[in-house]
């Protein structure tokens, strides 16, 4: 194009997992203006103020433009060679001494699919080692766990345009309208096409305000809640028989279970009254089908896989699984989470879910990979990566794209792990508080600057694509990933997004052999896609036909959160995102747009507290836990019940996570940022 004209290239958003088409209106290398693409999914035109404006990063001065090591503690430009080099020897020697288990990685769920599926490649065939995992972990790692064991497939079964044609829509522990804003754009169009409007959280969101039911639930009481509601259904003869009895096991033991959570002792634990759960099971079964849709309100708590399993188990008995507007829907946090976790950026499956443990599976890897010993265990999770850290048991841990000093819990703990680390590298867009702690800095591509894939919350796999070249030096992530692979002896050929995904990613994996490069680039497709003809699968399990046979009931009892409120630290703290925001603003926070939105942070209280407290809006105070201190503005707001505070992640210096714990799931380790104790003081 001459400079004067403006081209349109569409290109999939670099925020959340709702994964909006947007077209770039470009001018020469310049964004101009960013627009939604009509009539595709799932956002069919639509945009936040995110993918509207979000996207001045990619030209910040601030970028990394070549590659950086760290000399007497000061970080110094070095050549790719230099810096390969180094990465690559350290990698080798600390490999030799104490074997491939003393290195650990995360991946990146904000970079293209084929970036997460290189990195889990040079751990598993180069560097031999299990230990890969990205932020999956600390978000949506029940989902996959607990929809696996209740479905058979740890994905959304269905689709966000199918909250408009809804006849219910079940929305707990979901801030939707500012965390996914699109998908709550189609679940207001359900409610005014008459859908029944159903939010269960302990907030009152703003999608509270349009609600035809609100539970305001207490944090850490969903199994209870959730087993109140089947109680109802059950007792009143209101469940889906047919459904169960031809596509469900396990049902005696549910229903042994839930009948001990008659709506007094669910209304006990949940604060949610008697007479709405009754109510709310009656809405459930008059309404259907319906959809469930939660995010992390569900997952993360020490019993967040059992959450998932138990918004399961009530989609199964009101028989609301495998048709049309029903199913379990997950709401994936970053944009790539979903592709992340596809790609074998877990400890536990190589790419397309195929298991490590499984010998035909390593078989299968080894002759493709053309290596020989990939690793057959288990590797490690991410809090556990931290651990050996401290203990000195991991050396080296390579950080790909996340500002883990702010997302992980327990900041102070997270420092001190990097500080004991023998050698840290991270690939990365800007200088972090994360990459503070590296030894070597690799400058990558970003979102534009590389060819490739995303894959949303809806198992939409869509095209990202290239519109400007990476600053300076800087070089794609899966470039980088396959130099320090030649250097552990090891010729990889794809030379592109396009040469991993039709030569390795689609035909290793069943689920994406059909979606081919040239089929991506007319348009998203949803996996399963297993041949050339197949279309996509916009619903899992249709007709009740389970990945595993039959949909599994599980039997939950309720447990109580990690740390709850005592008389040194009285208060729960929640912790969530807010509109104008993206996590701890690596990228909005080189957005002018966005920066003036929200230029500074708050602790949410309630207007009892306050009172009480004698704390006026706008006013600094202290919130404490057993981990840390931040001082912050209170925002008092009548959305806060008594007795909570709430908080982001978006500010380094007040972020919620110098308060959070590393209490986790007992099944993935997510850890509980959901709930924890803290006291509030004002300064
Ligand atoms: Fe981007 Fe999510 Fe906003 Fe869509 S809803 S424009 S994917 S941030």
Redesign the pocket.
């Known amino acids: 194009a001459r400079s004067w004209e403006v081209t349109k290239v569409r290109t999939?958003?670099?925020?959340?997992?709702?994964?909006?088409q947007?077209n770039l209106h470009m001018k020469g290398d310049k964004i101009v203006k960013v627009t939604?693409v009509e009539d595709a999914y799932?956002?069919k035109g639509?945009?936040?103020?995110?993918?509207?404006y979000?996207y001045d990063f990619i030209y910040s001065p601030e970028r990394l433009t070549s590659p950086l090591i760290k000399e007497n503690g000061k970080f110094r430009e070095a050549s790719w060679d230099e810096a390969l080099d180094l990465v690559a020897n350290k990698f080798k020697e600390i490999i030799a001494t104490d074997g491939p288990d003393a290195v650990g990685g995360i991946s990146c769920a904000r970079s293209i699919n084929e970036d997460s599926y290189q990195m889990q490649k040079l751990f598993r065939a180069a560097f031999k080692s299990p230990n890969i995992d990205h932020c999956a972990r600390v978000c949506h790692a029940p989902t996959v766990a607990g929809l696996i064991k209740s479905f058979g497939t740890g994905g959304m079964t269905n689709s966000i345009e199918e909250f408009a044609d809804t006849n219910c829509l079940f929305v707990i522990g979901s801030n939707m309208t500012e965390a996914?804003?699109?998908?709550s754009t189609f679940v207001k169009n359900g409610q005014r096409n008459g859908a029944k409007l159903i939010v269960v959280d302990p907030r009152k969101a703003k999608l509270a305000d349009y609600a035809d039911e609100f539970a305001q639930i207490k944090v850490g009481s969903d199994v209870a809640f959730l087993n109140g509601l089947m109680n109802v259904l059950i007792t009143e003869d209101l469940y889906d028989k047919d459904f169960v009895r031809d596509h469900c096991d396990n049902f005696e033991a549910l229903k042994e279970k839930v009948l001990e959570y008659p709506p007094k002792r669910a209304s006990e634990i949940s604060g949610v009254s008697e007479e709405q759960i009754i109510s709310i099971a009656r809405m459930l079964a008059d309404n259907k089908p319906g959809m469930a849709i939660y995010t992390l309100g569900i997952t993360e708590h020490t019993c967040g896989t059992n959450n998932v399993m138990s918004v399961a188990n009530l989609q199964m008995l009101l028989g609301n699984v495998g048709k049309p507007n029903a199913g379990v829907n997950p709401l994936r946090g970053q944009?790539n989470v979903q592709g992340a976790c596809d790609m074998g950026a877990l400890p536990n499956v190589y790419h397309g879910y195929q298991s490590v443990t499984d010998p035909a599976a390593k078989a299968k890897f080894e002759k493709a990979w053309n290596v020989e010993g990939l690793p057959d265990k288990l590797g490690l999770m991410i809090p556990d990566m931290f651990e050996k850290l401290e203990t000195k048991e991991m050396k080296a841990i390579y950080i790909f794209g996340e500002n883990v000093v702010g997302t992980e819990p327990d900041i102070s703990h997270v420092i001190k792990c990097l500080e004991a680390a023998e050698f840290v590298v991270c690939n990365d867009i800007f200088q972090t508080e994360t990459t503070q702690y590296a030894d070597v800095v690799l400058p990558a591509a970003a979102w534009s600057e590389d060819e490739g894939t995303f894959t949303?919350c809806e198992r939409r796999i869509s095209r990202v694509r290239k519109v400007k070249e990476a600053p300076g030096i800087a070089k794609p992530n899966w470039w980088i990933f396959r130099e320090i692979a030649k250097r552990f002896g090891q010729t990889w050929a794809a030379d592109s997004g396009q040469e991993l995904w039709d030569n390795e990613i689609a035909p290793l994996a069943p689920f994406f052999a059909g979606a081919t490069f040239d089929k991506l680039d007319q348009g998203g497709i949803q996996w399963p896609c297993k041949t050339p003809e197949d279309p996509g699968t916009q619903i899992l399990h249709l007709d009740g036909n389970f990945t595993h046979g039959k949909g599994h009931l599980m039997a939950l009892d309720w447990t109580p959160p990690a740390e709850v409120p005592d008389a040194d630290y009285p208060f729960t703290l929640s912790t969530g995102r807010r509109l104008y925001h993206?996590h701890t603003r690596t990228q909005t926070g080189r957005c002018e747009g966005l920066n003036e939105l929200l230029p500074e942070e708050y602790a949410d209280i309630s207007e009892v507290d306050a009172k009480r407290l004698g704390i006026e809006h706008g006013e600094m105070i202290l919130v404490k836990s057993r981990r840390g201190t931040v001082k912050v503005k209170a925002q008092v707001s009548e959305r806060i019940p008594e007795g909570l505070v709430w908080m982001a992640m978006h500010y380094f210096e007040n972020n919620a996570n110098w308060l959070t714990t590393r209490s986790g799931d007992t099944i993935t380790k997510t850890p509980e940022y959901k709930a924890c104790a803290v006291a509030i003081e004002k300064i």
């Open positions: 999939t958003c670099p925020y959340c997992g709702v994964g909006c947007l939604g799932p956002n639509r945009l936040c103020v995110k993918g509207r979000g996914h804003p699109i998908a944009n949303n993206y």
